[in-house]
């Protein structure tokens, strides 16, 4: 089985959010960017079917040389090999469209991304570049398993949880679960020292454009203070709740 | 050229997402001038749309499409589009809706804009805001495509009332292949989701241990609330997994949060911003979450507790 994991260069979620050139683009400086948590859990999964199953994995990313670091250290974790695509990762269809033509090339059974990733939070691209593939689709995938073309997954629902069959080709928008948060793997030295040789290859996009352009951003309002109740005196907050907030 | 609405029903009934999607949908015919069609599938009364702004109803009915699946759904709802000529749809943020929707932007060749949260600022170009970096940020964005599809998030436009009456017609479809098949659906039945929740009571490790969680399922049961949890606490096997909130959990934009022995780490924070009304109870007055939030107590937990759903249980029997 030939697996591809899509990995989104995202700030650490510890990250401030600032924005320079007149709010239109995110300021990275001081920024540390870590591998997507989505596509992390993702990667994991994809691990265990190499060392279980003998898939071969690859990583790829839409991005400029500057995301090179965080597809080192997917390689790192242990994927065979890493895809760059040349591009300023513009909006969802644009990383879609070449993402479709990565997997075209490339032969690969099953796909691997996020469900959404957590700078923009589009939770586009899965969906759309399995359109674009005509492949099967699990968003908010919390289990996977192969049999040969077979596949069952789970996804979670909005309240419990729902197990499909499906088959390859299959794309899926993955999350924790998939692995648990104790399975993620930090590189050692060997890995780090093995990711050095493994192949980087960068390729150049296909022609396409972006669906959508982003205009500016804004940072929410400066909030109010906290209202502080007297832990004695627990019937206030019962009333500010009805008459000042009208929630209850 | 009407705005093409999906909207969601759970056994029949629709649900406060779906209508304030078609809020949302009529808000945006009136800024174009022209109406707003709804689709459904397998709903029972569809009248109760027309208070929200819609003027037309699709109804699908095909035991083909009894449980829900995106590709065929999204099929489906292109076909629709396609038959109104319309230029804009619109879903709502349900885990099925973000599912369906990337499809249904292929299908369509639309360009996509998802988590919006208010009306456009303008429709030529359109224009639309929406909620970027988990909640830390907005994002102005631009769909420059000829069919537009836009998924709105959960409470922040808000159910809006007008008095119109929906025409309901039937709709037959052609349906797709499908290659992913349900199994078996796994759904603790009777009890709130975190998704439809209008209050989400949530404890964090000051919590203790997973015996301790008796007094967060008693407020929750007399505030209609659902529960959630911090992530330790899921990693730590004392609550399911689908309770954990935040930024690698389920969102959540509920009108009340109460986050009870919670410190308020960021990436807790990213996720449940989006609610309305913010409590905290918390042993330590430095707790983050005390900047966050709009009411705090600084107390024990396990004293503070009993004593709220004392008095809840009190104001609640003289409503
Ligand atoms: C990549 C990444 C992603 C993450 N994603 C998430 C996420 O999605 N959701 C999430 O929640 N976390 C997430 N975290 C973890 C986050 O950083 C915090 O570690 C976590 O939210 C802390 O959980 P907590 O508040 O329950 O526990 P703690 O930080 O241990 O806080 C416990 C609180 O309880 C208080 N307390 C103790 N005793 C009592 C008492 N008797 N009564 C009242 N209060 C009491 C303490 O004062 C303290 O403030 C993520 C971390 C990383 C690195």
């Known amino acids: 089985m030939k697996i591809l994991v899509c990995i989104s260069h995202v700030p650490d979620t510890t990250s401030k959010i600032n924005f320079t050139e007149g709010d239109t683009k995110f300021d990275t400086n001081g920024v540390q960017f870590v591998i997507n948590p989505n596509d992390e859990f993702g990667l994991t999964r994809a691990m265990w079917f190499k060392e279980k199953q003998g898939a071969s994995v690859h990583v790829v990313n839409v991005g400029g040389p500057e995301t090179e670091p965080t597809l080192r250290k997917a390689l790192a974790i242990g994927a065979d090999g890493a895809i760059r695509v040349n591009t300023a990762a513009t909006d969802g269809f644009l990383v879609a469209k070449q993402l479709a033509k990565v997997v075209q090339d490339g032969g690969y059974d099953l796909v691997i991304a996020g469900r959404e990733s957590i700078d923009y939070n589009g939770g586009m691209v899965p969906g759309m570049l399995a359109g674009l593939l005509n492949a099967n689709f699990v968003n908010n995938c919390i289990s996977l398993e192969v049999e040969g073309t077979n596949a069952t997954a789970s996804r979670e629902i909005d309240g419990g949880k729902e197990t499909v069959s499906t088959s390859l080709p299959l794309v899926i928008g993955g999350q924790k679960g998939l692995v648990e948060e104790s399975d993620l793997r930090i590189p050692n030295m060997r890995g780090i020292m093995m990711a050095r040789q493994k192949p980087l290859n960068v390729i150049e996009p296909v022609d396409a454009n972006s669906e959508t352009s982003s205009v500016k951003f804004e940072k929410p309002a400066p909030r109010g203070a906290v209202k502080l109740v007297d832990a004695d005196n627990v019937d206030e907050l019962v009333n500010l709740l009805h008459i000042e907030a009208k929630v209850i | ?319």
């Not at chain 2, 009306?119 to 929406?130: C, I, L, N």
């Not at chain 2, 025409?167 to 659906?185: C, H, L, Q």
């Not at chain 2, 009777?190 to 967060?216: C, F, Q, Y």
């Open chain 2, 1 to 319: 050229m009407s705005v093409l609405v999906y909207t969601e029903s759970e056994q029949g009934k629709f649900k406060k997402t779906a209508l304030e999607v078609a809020s949302y949908a009529k808000a945006v015919a009136d800024q174009m001038g022209t109406t707003v069609t709804a689709i459904t599938f397998n709903a029972g009364d569809t009248s109760v749309l027309g208070n929200h702004g819609v003027d037309k109803v699709l109804k699908v009915g095909n035991e083909q499409l009894e449980s829900f699946n995106a590709k065929s759904y999204a099929n489906v709802i292109a076909q629709a589009a396609n038959n109104e000529a319309s230029k804009v749809v619109i879903v709502s943020s349900s885990a099925d809706s973000k599912y369906l929707a990337p499809l249904l932007a292929i299908d369509l060749n639309a360009g996509f804009a998802s988590n919006v949260v208010e009306a456009p600022s303008s429709t030529s170009p359109f224009t639309v805001k929406r909620t970027a970096f988990t909640n830390k940020a907005f994002n102005l964005t631009t769909i420059n495509t000829d069919v537009k599809l836009v998924a709105v998030s959960k409470n922040a436009f808000g159910v809006k009332e007008s008095s119109a009456s929906a025409t309901a017609e039937d709709f037959s479809p052609s349906i797709p292949e499908i290659g992913v098949k349900v199994e078996s659906v796994d759904k603790v039945s009777g009890k709130i989701t975190i998704a439809d929740a209008e209050i989400v009571v949530s404890g964090g490790r000051g919590l203790k241990g997973p015996e301790n969680w008796g007094m967060i399922e008693e407020l929750a049961d007399v505030l209609g609330a659902a529960t959630a949890c911090s992530k330790p606490v899921s990693d730590l096997g004392w609550r399911p997994h689908s309770e954990h909130v935040g930024q690698t959990g389920k969102p959540v934009a509920s009108n009340l949060y109460i986050a009870i022995g919670i410190s308020g780490a960021i990436q807790h924070l990213a996720g449940i911003n989006a609610s309305k009304v913010k409590v905290v109870i918390n042993t330590d007055p430095e707790a983050p979450f005390f900047k966050a939030a709009d009411y705090g107590i600084v107390g024990d937990a396990f004293e503070v507790v009993p004593k709220l759903i004392e008095k809840l249980k009190a104001f609640k029997a003289q409503q």
